[in-house]
Every structure is written in structure tokens, then in C-alpha cells.
């Protein structure tokens, strides 16, 4: 079974550009998390999507942005690149079962640096 | 809102002996699930091991286990008969349970040294 995948591995782009990443979750799985890893501040929640739907957002500003396919794939789009924005991004997926959402599963992230 | 705390940012261990990694948390919900992933210096996030609260038995995957105290909020990691490839930053995860409205609250992690 394939895993959670992510592209592009690396990015670069310079301040004020916009910034797009792609998770494509493991068969199976209608959730969709991401998560940022910056040097300095951890891991922190970004979104969560399901079925469709934005459920959830971490204390990010509306620069950070998304959306889920009908594929369940998702994309995550930053606007206005700021130099803090360099991190590594990940994606994780999560399945239902019975009435409980399980665990996340994570892809291998893709590394966004602003210049 | 809840917390994940791991109070050791690095440890280090000699091969085949065994290392326990320690992690606290804070909530006020009952129902929630804890985790440990391991990030090798690919920056893959793997599971580890996970726990539920509602179950009081401790979680055991091959050489690892976990010692989940509820009421002290506490949940460490012991890994027995360590090798070079269990060298990674390992970090302790919150979600709390039910419809899992939350994504993961995550600690700042343990970096974990194995001497040959």
C-alpha cells in the first residue's frame, strides 16, 4: 500500500511570492492534515481537511490556505511568502473508522525556503 | 488547551542497552489518544507506537513500549536492546479523541543518540 506523498520535495521562492504543496493521502483516508516544522518552533497544526471541507484551522493567518479534491488529495497554497514561512511541510493522512478518526500517517514533507 | 511537554531535548544511549524517553501532558478531556513518532534525519514522521486512554494496558510494539500514567498525565517511552537505527528525533503527540476535531499537538522532541 503507498504511503502519504508529497511534491515538490524542495521549493524556493522569494519573498511576496506565492507558494503551492501537494499531498496525495494514503487509499483509503478522507483526512488530510498539515502540519509546519520551522527551526525554532516545532511542529505545529496548520488545517485539517475532510471530505471536502476545511474542518479545522491552527492559529495560522489567512495567507495560509487550502483545499481538498474530490480525490482527497489536497493542496496548500501560502500567499504572500515571508521569510519566517521557510519550514519543513507535512502532510498526514487519517481514515474513519467507525465513527472514530484513527491515526495520522505522514508523507515525507516538502521543504519551502523564501529568499 | 492542551499541552505536550518533553522535558529532555537530548539523550544518549549505548547500543543493545535501553533508553527511556519522557514525555507529560495537560488536558481536561477523557477521551484522547497519544502517540510517539520517530523523524530520522530523512524528516519522514513514522509511528511509533500509540496509545488510547480509554485502555489500561500499556502499548508494546516489538522493542518498544510505552508506561501510560492517566492520572499523572505521563506518558514515556522505553526502548529496549537500542540500535544505530533507532537514532532519530522522537516526539510525543496529543489528538484527542472522538471526531478528532484537532490536529495533533505536538512536544519539541527528544533528540536520541545511539553510541556504537
Known amino acids: 500500500e503507498a504511503g502519504v506523498t508529497q511534491s515538490p520535495t524542495h521549493l524556493i521562492k522569494t519573498r511576496g511570492q506565492q507558494a503551492t504543496l501537494r499531498c496525495s493521502p494514503i487509499s483509503g483516508h478522507t483526512s488530510v492534515y498539515w502540519y509546519q516544522q520551522a527551526l525554532g518552533l516545532g511542529l505545529q497544526f496548520l488545517l485539517w481537511?475532510?471530505?471536502?471541507?476545511?474542518?479545522n484551522r491552527g492559529n495560522f493567518p489567512p495567507r495560509f490556505s487550502g483545499r481538498q479534491f474530490p480525490n482527497y488529495s489536497s493542496e496548500l497554497n501560502v500567499n504572500a511568502l515571508e521569510l519566517e514561512d521557510s519550514a519543513l511541510y507535512l502532510c498526514?493522512?487519517?481514515?474513519?473508522?467507525?465513527?472514530?478518526?484513527?491515526?495520522?500517517?505522514f508523507g515525507p514533507g516538502t521543504r519551502l525556503l523564501v529568499l | 488547551a492542551q499541552t505536550v511537554t518533553q522535558s529532555q531535548p537530548e539523550m544518549s544511549v549505548q547500543e543493545a542497552e535501553t533508553v527511556t524517553l519522557s514525555c507529560t501532558y495537560d488536558t481536561s478531556e477523557s477521551d484522547y489518544y497519544l502517540f510517539w513518532y520517530k523523524q530520522p534525519p530523512s524528516r519522514q514522521m513514522i509511528l511509533v507506537i500509540r496509545?488510547?486512554?480509554?485502555?489500561?494496558q500499556n502499548a508494546t510494539e516489538n522493542r518498544f513500549s510505552v508506561n501510560f500514567q492517566k492520572a499523572a498525565k505521563s506518558f514515556s517511552l522505553k526502548i529496549s536492546d537500542s540500535q544505530l537505527g533507532d537514532a532519530a528525533m522522537y516526539f510525543c503527540?496529543?489528538?484527542?479523541?472522538?471526531?478528532?476535531?484537532?490536529?495533533?499537538?505536538f512536544g519539541k522532541g527528544t533528540h536520541l543518540i545511539i553510541q556504537p
Open positions: 481537511y475532510d471530505e471536502g471541507e476545511e474542518r
Open positions: 503527540a496529543y489528538n484527542q479523541g472522538g471526531g478528532g476535531a484537532d490536529g495533533l499537538t
Open positions: 498526514a493522512s487519517s481514515r474513519k473508522l467507525a465513527g472514530v478518526r484513527e491515526t495520522q500517517y
Open positions: 496509545q488510547e486512554a480509554y485502555k489500561q
